[in-house]
């Protein structure tokens, strides 16, 4: 079975993580998967997830989505 981490770079998917590459034997395959939804954040986001990828040496997928950050209110 595949196993994917959402990896948004926040607290909580980055602990997820580095539980996972402490522990490789409690998961056969995994991935990181990062959804760029198009919001006001992603830039920062994504700079975040890019520092984080290459300081834990992760592989990671990128999926784009719709611009759902249209429906953000200001």
């Known amino acids: 079975?595949?196993?994917?981490?959402?990896?948004?770079?926040?607290?909580?998917?980055?602990v997820t993580t580095l539980k996972v590459k402490d522990n490789p034997a409690e998961l056969s395959d995994l991935s990181c998967l990062y959804i760029d939804l198009g919001h006001r954040y992603r830039i920062e986001e994504m700079r975040v997830v890019g520092r984080l990828v290459k300081e834990l040496d992760i592989g990671l997928k990128w999926l784009v989505v719709s611009d759902i950050g249209r429906f953000e209110k200001d």
């Open 1 to 14: 079975m595949k196993e994917v981490i959402l990896f948004s770079g926040g607290t909580d998917s980055l």
